[in-house]
């Protein structure tokens, strides 16, 4: 199991450490998929990467809790072992296949890299491993592409090369990272299947950080909601799409362009998500919420049980 328990991180800002994720808790099952949704800042990039400790060489400290796989912590890894456990058993997908890819080398070089590095395989088997690895990810004339360059490639085809290099060395779990945000929406539901199809024949559990709630309910068996750095509700996806309690999974799943009529303008959340260093004591979305009190700005607000699955940040008990 993939557990990060009350991990809170920091950056560097103009006023010095600044936290920007405080005590998130989640936990991936093997073969299941957490959703991690939430709008632009909230810190779920943040997140994502901390599982694979790649924040820590652009300044993202860790300021408390831990990342726990099948009861080991990451933080323990020597640098050895990490290079191993990257790849080997937690993988990337990232937004952007083109920065994730290096442009002077081949994909046929890359690819034999990263699966030289974890397999321990001869030049020769890495290459048929690579080719096997291009096929499964529904690619054609494979032998082609591994002598091309990834500018030479659209950016559906790189995000397959990026898939496939993700899952070459069978982790056991995937992070991805808005994986279809860059690509064309007729690629999208391409890629998505594919996601789906890999993550279900391999049972890999999988970290699906997305604004794209069609796409969360697609995939997912669990969704944590994040606001400014919290997670403020995290249930099973069923409980998400048929009675989301915080008033912003409510704006969010309001916004979808699937739920407004043809011709409506879509709605939007007025304001802005606060950015670290601008929060507040008591509830973050309080100046954005039609339902805000008094009460809300008392005191920091913990993440309560409203049931043995769902989750809830929020003091209200009517959110009619
Ligand atoms: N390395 C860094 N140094 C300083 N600030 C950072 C760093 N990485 C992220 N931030 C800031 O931390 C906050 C959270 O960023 P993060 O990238 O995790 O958001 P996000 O939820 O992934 O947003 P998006 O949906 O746009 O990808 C933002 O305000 C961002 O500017
Ligand atoms: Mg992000």
Redesign the pocket.
Same mark, same amino acid.
């Given at each position: 199991m993939l557990e990060i328990k009350n991990l809170s991180l920091g950056?560097? @800002?103009s006023k010095g450490l600044t936290q920007?994720v405080s005590d998130v808790s989640f936990q991936i099952k093997p073969g299941k998929v957490l959703g991690l949704v *939430?709008?632009?800042?909230?810190?779920? @990039?943040? @997140?994502a990467q901390s599982i694979l400790r790649l *924040?820590e060489h =652009? *300044? #993202?400290k860790v300021m408390g809790g831990d990342v726990l796989l099948n009861g080991k912590s990451v933080f323990d890894l020597s640098s050895k072992q990490l290079c191993q456990f990257r790849g080997a058993q937690v993988s990337m997908v990232f =937004?952007e296949p083109m920065t994730a890819l290096n442009p002077v080398f081949s994909i046929g070089s890359q690819m034999i890299e990263v699966i030289r590095l974890h397999l321990g395989l001869s030049k020769k088997e890495a290459r048929q491993r690579a080719v096997s690895l291009l096929k499964d990810v529904g690619l054609l004339k494979v032998e082609r592409i591994l002598d091309q360059y990834p500018d030479s490639l659209s950016g559906g085809m790189r995000q397959r090369v990026l898939i496939a290099m993700a899952i070459s060395a069978k982790p056991a779990y995937i992070i991805a990272d808005?994986p279809t945000t860059a690509l064309d929406v007729s690629v999208q539901s391409k890629i998505i299947e594919l996601l789906k199809k890999l993550q279900r024949e391999n049972q890999v559990g999988l970290l699906l #950080?997305s604004?794209d709630f069609g796409l969360i309910a697609e995939l997912a068996d669990d969704v944590a909601v994040?606001y400014a750095g919290q997670i403020v509700e995290y249930a099973p996806v069923n409980a998400i799409f048929d009675r989301p309690l915080h008033p912003y999974t409510r704006f969010l799943m309001a916004c979808r362009p699937e739920v407004v009529e043809d011709g409506q303008a879509l709605p939007v959340i007025e304001g802005h998500v606060p950015?670290?260093g601008q929060w507040e004591k008591g509830c973050r979305f309080y100046h954005r919420c039609h339902l805000h009190q008094d009460q809300c700005r008392e005191s920091d607000i913990a993440l309560r049980s409203m049931d043995d699955q769902q989750k809830l940040r929020c003091v209200l008990d009517d959110h009619a």
């Amino acid at each position: 199991m993939l557990e990060i328990k009350n991990l809170s991180l920091g950056i560097h @800002t103009s006023k010095g450490l600044t936290q920007a994720v405080s005590d998130v808790s989640f936990q991936i099952k093997p073969g299941k998929v957490l959703g991690l949704v *939430g709008e632009s800042g909230c810190g779920k @990039t943040l @997140t994502a990467q901390s599982i694979l400790r790649l *924040g820590e060489h =652009q *300044g #993202v400290k860790v300021m408390g809790g831990d990342v726990l796989l099948n009861g080991k912590s990451v933080f323990d890894l020597s640098s050895k072992q990490l290079c191993q456990f990257r790849g080997a058993q937690v993988s990337m997908v990232f =937004q952007e296949p083109m920065t994730a890819l290096n442009p002077v080398f081949s994909i046929g070089s890359q690819m034999i890299e990263v699966i030289r590095l974890h397999l321990g395989l001869s030049k020769k088997e890495a290459r048929q491993r690579a080719v096997s690895l291009l096929k499964d990810v529904g690619l054609l004339k494979v032998e082609r592409i591994l002598d091309q360059y990834p500018d030479s490639l659209s950016g559906g085809m790189r995000q397959r090369v990026l898939i496939a290099m993700a899952i070459s060395a069978k982790p056991a779990y995937i992070i991805a990272d808005e994986p279809t945000t860059a690509l064309d929406v007729s690629v999208q539901s391409k890629i998505i299947e594919l996601l789906k199809k890999l993550q279900r024949e391999n049972q890999v559990g999988l970290l699906l #950080v997305s604004h794209d709630f069609g796409l969360i309910a697609e995939l997912a068996d669990d969704v944590a909601v994040m606001y400014a750095g919290q997670i403020v509700e995290y249930a099973p996806v069923n409980a998400i799409f048929d009675r989301p309690l915080h008033p912003y999974t409510r704006f969010l799943m309001a916004c979808r362009p699937e739920v407004v009529e043809d011709g409506q303008a879509l709605p939007v959340i007025e304001g802005h998500v606060p950015l670290p260093g601008q929060w507040e004591k008591g509830c973050r979305f309080y100046h954005r919420c039609h339902l805000h009190q008094d009460q809300c700005r008392e005191s920091d607000i913990a993440l309560r049980s409203m049931d043995d699955q769902q989750k809830l940040r929020c003091v209200l008990d009517d959110h009619a």
